[in-house]
């Protein structure tokens, strides 16, 4: 089967693999039907993933259908249509217990697929731990509805849930690419007041306000967003900044943009370390929230999806055969064509 392999910094190649087999009793293997590219595929090109295991296939946004199970799976079942988690979890540790299923402390626990075991960008992948990392799609759902579900919509649920929004607040969001994008549809979930998109392209900007997800858009490179934020609340700053962008200077726009006793919640991977200049910062009892996604409620997202309050499937704006995915990483990392997301079809 072909897939896209990591080779080393800088370089991924389009190969001839073995189809997986079936390792343990909790395994499943998955027959892809669509999958994507993802910004953390470009982290682990780069260098920037230093879990990421030389050799590996990459990709873990995917959806497929279940071709063969373990003995001790129980919640899918041959021929159902499912979509993937990005993270295997085990469900009994600590944390998962918990919902902290990020953390999980098995071996092939937390962010495995694509980085620290083969994933989907191919034809068939094995999902460890198959109870936790398969969810059922809905048969009113199609797959490119369900793509995003269990990376993209499940980060930006979860940076939602865990942030105190009202009905009151006004959030800004540093970047409107595909994650902002996710995170902006899932706080419309919880009807806050007032969202404004910032980015450097003006063609995210204008798909963020086409498409609803943003109220009020602003270019991040003009002076004036801080001062047009403030002219917004009465002086104050954002109540809640969700910081997706993960650019050099993001994480300083972050908390400068949010108001004093306000909320920054960091979603973005950096690829270099950033600064907290606490003295500068005191006195504006700021709380910041941070962590990688921990995507376990895919069920409800899928329900949010077949009642029509999330929908993703505009984020697709281009679609390639895997044959030629390599044309599909290049458009992705170069932002060529007004690109938003790619679905590649096996």
């Known amino acids: 089967m072909k897939a896209v392999v990591y080779k080393k910094e800088g370089i ?16 499943a293997i998955v027959k ?20 990421a295991v030389p050799g590996i296939i990459v990709g873990h946004e995917m959806v497929g259908i279940v071709e063969s199970i373990g003995e001790k799976v129980t919640s899918v079942q041959p021929g159902e249509r499912v ?3 990005v993270e295997t979890f085990c469900g009994e540790c600590f944390f998962c217990k918990r919902g902290f299923v990020n953390n999980c402390t098995d071996e092939q626990g937390g962010w495995a697929l694509g980085c620290r075991i083969d994933g989907g960008q191919t034809e068939y992948v094995r999902v460890p731990f198959a109870d ?3 969810t059922k799609i809905p048969d009113t759902v199609t797959d490119r509805q369900a793509l995003f579900t269990g990376d993209l919509l ?20 540093i970047g409107a690419g595909p994650t902002g994008l996710c ?21 995210r900007l204008e798909f963020a306000k086409k498409h609803g997800y943003a109220d009020l858009v602003l270019d991040a490179k003009s002076k004036e967003t801080e001062t047009v934020i403030k002219s917004l609340t009465e002086n104050r700053g954002a109540d809640i900044v969700m910081e997706v962008a993960g650019g050099t200077d993001t ?8 108001r004093p006793s306000g909320t920054v919640c960091v979603i973005a991977m950096y690829e270099e370390n950033q600064i907290l200049p606490l003295p500068q910062m005191y006195g504006k009892n700021l709380t910041f929230i941070t962590g990688g996604v921990d995507a376990c409620k895919c069920d409800e997202i899928l329900n949010d999806i077949e009642k029509g309050d999330l929908n993703p499937e505009p984020l697709i704006t281009h ?20 690109v938003i997301k790619v679905a590649i079809r096996p």
């Open 83 to 85: 979509a993937v988690n």
């Open 32 to 51: 892809i039907t669509l999958a994507s590219i993802c910004s953390s595929d470009i982290h682990i090109k780069k260098g920037a993933v230093p879990k």
């Open 183 to 203: 995170v902006m549809m899932c706080l419309r979930l919880y009807h806050p007041a007032r969202i404004i998109a910032i980015d450097k392209d003006k063609t």
């Open 154 to 173: 499940s980060t930006g649920y979860w940076a939602a849930q865990m942030t105190p929004v009202t009905s009151q607040d006004t959030i800004a969001v």
């Open 319 to 338: 679609e390639y055969p895997l044959e030629k995915i390599m044309e599909a990483y290049e458009l992705f990392e170069k932002k060529q064509d007004g």
């Open 12 to 27: 991924f190649t389009l190969e001839e693999r073995e189809k997986p087999k079936l390792q343990e009793a909790t395994d």
């Open 132 to 134: 936790q990392g398969l």
């Open 251 to 258: 994480f300083e726009m972050a908390w400068k943009l949010a």
